[in-house]
T-cell receptor
Framework: NAGVTQTPKFQVLKTGQSMTLQCAQD?????MSWYRQDPGMGLRLIHY???????DQGEVPNGYNVSRSTTEDFPLRLLSAAPSQTSVYFC?????????????FGPGTRLTVL | QKEVEQDPGPLSVPEGAIVSLNCTYS??????FMWYRQYSRKGPELLMY????GNKEDGRFTAQVDKSSKYISLFIRDSQPSDSATYLC??????????????FGRGTQLTVWP
């Protein structure tokens, strides 16, 4: 099993550009989520999904879109990048939304918006 | 007030020392308490998980939860240089709007020197 994979590893954008961060898992997990990690702020939940076709907002959803057409993939779209979105983005997955299920994190995407 | 508070450190100790890491929280609905370890430029990985109050031991690691004080701790005995990482506490509940969401502390950066 590859676990949770994320691409790209690094990305530099200009203000106003759009892009999609990719996340995939091969563990047949229903629950997937996106976090951003900023210095001094910890990880904050952006969006999450409890299964294909079902998504919901987390703590900091503004400026981001998600969709979930398959169990395996959960892409995160930045519609019009802003410098405030400079961060490290982590995707995570778990068997279900039950907090007793371990969440597995991907290696992260480091995004810089100029 | 942030939901979860964690002293970011940094914490620097000699090999063999006992390390104590702590978090406090404000939401009494939290029932699931986790500690994640994050090596530099990697994704977080689950270290320990505790449900409700009490202690849990796993090798050199002990997690304690005191719900009456809204305080959790992670103790590392006989610390090793390989324990050098950032330690993140995280919490969740199985009810209401916080179901399945992980709320993270800022993380404590630990260095164990030989």
């Amino acid at each position: 099993n590859a676990g949770v994979t994320q691409t790209p590893k690094f990305q530099v954008l200009k203000t106003g550009q759009s892009m999609t961060l990719q996340c995939a898992q091969d563990m047949n997990h229903e629950y997937m989520s996106w976090y951003r990690q900023d210095p001094g702020m910890g990880l904050r939940l952006i969006h999450y999904s409890v299964g294909a076709g079902i998504t919901d907002q987390g703590e900091v959803p503004n400026g981001y879109n998600v969709s979930r057409s398959t169990t395996e993939d959960f892409p995160l779209r930045l519609l019009s990048a802003a410098p405030s979105q400079t961060s490290v983005y982590f995707c995570a997955s778990s068997y279900s939304i039950n907090p007793a299920d371990t969440q597995y994190f991907g290696p992260g995407t480091r995004l810089t918006v100029l | 007030q942030k939901e979860v508070e964690q002293d970011p450190g940094p914490l620097s100790v000699p090999e063999g020392a006992i390390v104590s890491l702590n978090c406090t929280y404000s939401n009494s609905a939290f029932q699931y308490f986790m500690w994640y370890r994050q090596y530099s430029r990697k994704g977080p990985e689950l270290l320990m998980y505790t449900y409700s109050s009490g202690n849990k031991e796993d090798g050199r690691f002990t997690a304690q939860v005191d719900k009456s004080s809204k305080y959790i701790s992670l103790f590392i005995r006989d610390s090793q240089p390989s324990d050098s990482a950032t330690y993140l506490c995280a919490m969740s509940s199985d009810r209401g709007s916080t179901l399945g969401r992980l709320y993270f502390g800022r993380g404590t950066q630990l260095t164990v020197w030989p």
